[in-house]
C-alpha cells in the first residue's frame, strides 16, 4: 500500500557517500544504520530530555484484540449480584467474553496480528555484520492488519433488536449500523500507524507509536478522523518545547514521504502534527507523549465493550450534537470526548445504572500509574457487565437529553465518570468560572474547559432543552437530527 514509503532506518536524505571507499559501495543497510546510529543522539541532545529514554524492548505495540463470544439479550435468570447489579459469571454465560486477549508477539500459523500491532521491525546492532544487516531488511511483505471482531457475537444487528423495539430505537440502530466504523476501516488507519512508526524510528529508534481516540475506542465513525501518540520517552515531555522540537523533525520527515500531505504543525497546549494519508484518505493528529490520551482510550474501550447499548447511544448523540452545531472545542463548544463522558455518566447515574465505574470495580486495571505500555493490557480480565436496566435505546436518549436539561444542575455539580456521580463543585481553579465542568478520569482535569463564553453555554443548553422537547412529544429520531442526510455524508 505505500510503495514509496522508506524503509526503517533509511536516512531522511539521499547519502553523498554511497561508495564509502572509493571502489566497493558500502550495503545499503549499513549506510542506514550508522546514519540512524549518528541523528539519534543528535535528536535527543537537542531536547531537554535528559536521557530518560524508554526502557529497552521491544518496539512494537503489544498484542491486544476483542474477541466477543456469541451472545444474547440478558434473561431473567442472569446470577451472581454484584453491589446489587446482575454480573454474569461463569462458564455458561452468554457473555462469557474474554477482554483483550494477549497472544505471543511471534503470530500463530495461519492466524493474523491483533490489531494495534505493527511487523516487528529489526534495528541491527553494532556486532552484526553486513550479511546480517541485509537480511534484516524490513521490505519483505507485510501481514495486512487483521479485521476487528463483530462487538456482540456474529449478528450485533440481532442483537441490539431487543432493546429497538419502538420507533425511535429502530432508527437509532439504523444510524448506529450506516455510520459506525468499520473493521476496514480501522485496517486502514492502522496499516498508516504501521509504516509510520517505522519511518518515525529512524529519528527516534526507541519511540513507539499508539492508534489513540474514538478510531480505537470503539466510538468512531466511518469519515472519524484517527489520534496518534508518539510515546518517545518514560517521564512527561515539555510541551511547549520539547514536544515542538519533535514534531518539527517529524515535520520534515513527513515532507519526504509521497502518501503524507499537508503535514501542519499546530502549537497549541498540546501541539500537534496534522497530516492527511494518500493512501486511506484518513486524516491524523500526532502528539507526543500525551499519555494521558492512551489512557482514556482503553477505558472507553472498556466501556464501550462492556454494554451493547453505549456505543449506538454516543453515536447517535455525537452527531445529534454536529448537526447542531455544539460538537467543536475549537469553537467553544463541546468536544467530541467531553460528549463520550457525559452520556457514560448519564448511563451511570440512574436509578438502575446500564454501566458501572469501571475504575471503582477495577482499580488496578486503570491505575493512573500503571506504566504506558501496559495499559492495552489492563482490563484484560474484566468480566461481561450486565444491567438489570433494561430500557430502550430511545428511551435512554430521551433520558440524556431530560438529564441535562432539568435534574443535573450545570452551576454546582462537576460530571464524574471516574466516580459515577456527580461531585459538588469546588472553588478550586479548575471548576472555578467554569460554565460546564466534566472530569477528566485520569489527570483531574476540566475537559469542557474550551466552553468559555456564556453565549455558548446557553445555546447548548436551549438545544438540550429544545430536543428533548421534540423528542418527547414526538418520539422520531428525525425531528431533530435528519437521518438520511446524515447517513448519506
Given at each position: 500500500?505505500?510503495?514509496?514509503?522508506?524503509?526503517?532506518g533509511?536516512?531522511?536524505y539521499?547519502?553523498k557517500?554511497?561508495?564509502?571507499?572509493g571502489?566497493?559501495?558500502l550495503?545499503?543497510?549499513?549506510?542506514?544504520?550508522?546514519?540512524?546510529?549518528?541523528?539519534?543522539?543528535?535528536?535527543?541532545?537537542?531536547?531537554?530530555?535528559h536521557?530518560r529514554?524508554l526502557?529497552?524492548?521491544?518496539?512494537?505495540i503489544?498484542?491486544y484484540?476483542?474477541?466477543?463470544?456469541?451472545?444474547?439479550?440478558?434473561?431473567?435468570?442472569?446470577?451472581?449480584?454484584?453491589n446489587?447489579?446482575k454480573?454474569?459469571?461463569?462458564?455458561?454465560?452468554p457473555?462469557?467474553l474474554k477482554?483483550q486477549h494477549?497472544?505471543?508477539?511471534?503470530?500463530?500459523y495461519?492466524s493474523?496480528?491483533?490489531?494495534?500491532t505493527?511487523?516487528?521491525v529489526?534495528r541491527?546492532?553494532?556486532?552484526?555484520?553486513?550479511?546480517?544487516?541485509i537480511?534484516h531488511?524490513?521490505?519483505?511483505?507485510?501481514?495486512?492488519?487483521?479485521?476487528?471482531?463483530?462487538l456482540?457475537?456474529?449478528?450485533p444487528?440481532s442483537s441490539?433488536?431487543a432493546y429497538?423495539?419502538?420507533?425511535?430505537?429502530?432508527?437509532?440502530?439504523?444510524?448506529f449500523?450506516?455510520?459506525?466504523q468499520?473493521s476496514?476501516?480501522?485496517?486502514?488507519?492502522e496499516?498508516?500507524?504501521?509504516?509510520l512508526?517505522?519511518?518515525?524510528q529512524r529519528l527516534?529508534?526507541?519511540?513507539r507509536?499508539?492508534?489513540?481516540g474514538s478510531?480505537l475506542?470503539?466510538?468512531?465513525?466511518r469519515?472519524?478522523?484517527?489520534?496518534l501518540?508518539?510515546?518517545i520517552?518514560?517521564?512527561p515531555?515539555?510541551q511547549?518545547?520539547?514536544?515542538?522540537?519533535v514534531?518539527?523533525?517529524?515535520q520534515?520527515?513527513f515532507?519526504r514521504?509521497?502518501?503524507?500531505?499537508?503535514?501542519q504543525?499546530?502549537?497549541?497546549?498540546?501541539?500537534?502534527?496534522?497530516?492527511?494519508?494518500?493512501?486511506?484518505?484518513?486524516?491524523?493528529?500526532?502528539n507526543v507523549n500525551?499519555?494521558?490520551g492512551?489512557?482514556n482510550?482503553?477505558l472507553?474501550?472498556?466501556?464501550?465493550?462492556?454494554?451493547?447499548?453505549?456505543r449506538?447511544?454516543?453515536?447517535?448523540?455525537?452527531?445529534?450534537?454536529?448537526?447542531?452545531?455544539?460538537?467543536?472545542?475549537?469553537?467553544?463548544?463541546?468536544?467530541s470526548?467531553?460528549l463520550?463522558?457525559?452520556?457514560?455518566?448519564?448511563?451511570?447515574?440512574?436509578p438502575?445504572?446500564?454501566?458501572?465505574?469501571?475504575q471503582?470495580?477495577?482499580?488496578e486495571?486503570?491505575?493512573?500509574?500503571?506504566?504506558i505500555h501496559?495499559?492495552?493490557?489492563g482490563?484484560?480480565?474484566?468480566?461481561?457487565?450486565?444491567?438489570?436496566?433494561?430500557?430502550?435505546?430511545?428511551e435512554?436518549l430521551?433520558g440524556?437529553l431530560?438529564?441535562y436539561t432539568s435534574?443535573f444542575?450545570w452551576?454546582?455539580?462537576?460530571?464524574?465518570?471516574?466516580?459515577?456521580?456527580?461531585l459538588?463543585?469546588s472553588?478550586?481553579l479548575?471548576w472555578?468560572?467554569?460554565?460546564?465542568?466534566?472530569?477528566?478520569?485520569?489527570d483531574?482535569?476540566?475537559?469542557?474547559?474550551a466552553?468559555?463564553?456564556?453565549?455558548?453555554?446557553?445555546?447548548?443548553?436551549a438545544?438540550?432543552?429544545?430536543?428533548?422537547?421534540?423528542l418527547?412529544?414526538?418520539?422520531d429520531?428525525?425531528?431533530?437530527?435528519?437521518i438520511?442526510n446524515?447517513?448519506q455524508?
Amino acid at each position: 500500500m505505500y510503495p514509496s514509503a522508506a524503509p526503517a532506518g533509511c536516512p531522511p536524505y539521499n547519502s553523498k557517500n554511497g561508495h564509502g571507499n572509493g571502489l566497493y559501495p558500502l550495503p545499503q543497510a549499513f549506510l542506514q544504520h550508522h546514519q540512524q546510529l549518528a541523528e539519534a543522539p543528535r535528536n535527543i541532545a537537542n531536547t531537554n530530555f535528559h536521557g530518560r529514554t524508554l526502557p529497552a524492548g521491544p518496539s512494537d505495540i503489544p498484542l491486544y484484540d476483542w474477541k466477543p463470544s456469541p451472545s444474547t439479550p440478558p434473561g431473567p435468570h442472569a446470577s451472581a449480584l454484584a453491589n446489587g447489579r446482575k454480573r454474569h459469571s461463569g462458564d455458561h454465560s452468554p457473555y462469557n467474553l474474554k477482554r483483550q486477549h494477549f497472544s505471543s508477539p511471534v503470530p500463530h500459523y495461519g492466524s493474523p496480528p491483533a490489531v494495534g500491532t505493527s511487523p516487528s521491525v529489526s534495528r541491527p546492532g553494532p556486532r552484526e555484520t553486513q550479511s546480517t544487516l541485509i537480511q534484516h531488511s524490513p521490505l519483505s511483505p507485510q501481514p495486512s492488519a487483521p479485521r476487528m471482531p463483530p462487538l456482540w457475537g456474529e449478528n450485533p444487528r440481532s442483537s441490539l433488536q431487543a432493546y429497538a423495539k419502538d420507533k425511535l430505537s429502530g432508527q437509532m440502530v439504523e444510524l448506529f449500523e450506516a455510520c459506525q466504523q468499520q473493521s476496514t476501516d480501522l485496517e486502514r488507519k492502522e496499516l498508516c500507524r504501521a509504516q509510520l512508526q517505522r519511518e518515525i524510528q529512524r529519528l527516534f529508534p526507541l519511540v513507539r507509536l499508539y492508534l489513540a481516540g474514538s478510531s480505537l475506542s470503539g466510538f468512531g465513525s466511518r469519515n472519524s478522523d484517527a489520534d496518534l501518540c508518539l510515546v518517545i520517552q518514560a517521564a512527561p515531555v515539555d510541551q511547549r518545547n520539547d514536544a515542538v522540537y519533535v514534531l518539527s523533525l517529524i515535520q520534515q520527515l513527513f515532507y519526504r514521504l509521497s502518501y503524507i500531505e499537508r503535514p501542519q504543525l499546530i502549537r497549541a497546549k498540546v501541539p500537534i502534527l496534522k497530516f492527511r494519508d494518500k493512501v486511506s484518505g484518513v486524516e491524523f493528529d500526532l502528539n507526543v507523549n500525551n499519555t494521558v490520551g492512551i489512557r482514556n482510550t482503553f477505558l472507553l474501550r472498556s466501556y464501550a465493550y462492556a454494554e451493547r447499548r453505549v456505543r449506538p447511544i454516543i453515536l447517535v448523540v455525537k452527531r445529534w450534537a454536529r448537526h447542531h452545531r455544539i460538537n467543536d472545542a475549537s469553537k467553544g463548544t463541546l468536544s467530541s470526548y467531553t460528549l463520550v463522558l457525559m452520556v457514560l455518566h448519564y448511563l451511570q447515574t440512574l436509578p438502575e445504572p446500564v454501566i458501572p465505574s469501571l475504575q471503582n470495580e477495577y482499580p488496578e486495571c486503570f491505575s493512573p500509574s500503571m506504566d504506558i505500555h501496559r495499559v492495552p493490557e489492563g482490563p484484560r480480565d474484566i468480566p461481561p457487565y450486565s444491567s438489570s436496566n433494561q430500557a430502550s435505546l430511545g428511551e435512554l436518549l430521551l433520558g440524556f437529553l431530560k438529564y441535562y436539561t432539568s435534574v443535573f444542575r450545570w452551576d454546582k455539580q462537576v460530571i464524574s465518570v471516574r466516580e459515577a456521580k456527580a461531585l459538588p463543585k469546588s472553588n478550586s481553579l479548575e471548576w472555578r468560572d467554569k460554565f460546564i465542568c466534566v472530569e477528566e478520569p485520569f489527570d483531574g482535569t476540566n475537559t469542557a474547559r474550551a466552553v468559555h463564553e456564556k453565549v455558548k453555554f446557553d445555546a447548548i443548553k436551549a438545544q438540550f432543552a429544545e430536543s428533548w422537547q421534540m423528542l418527547q412529544l414526538r418520539k422520531d429520531l428525525s425531528f431533530i437530527l435528519p437521518i438520511r442526510n446524515t447517513i448519506q455524508r
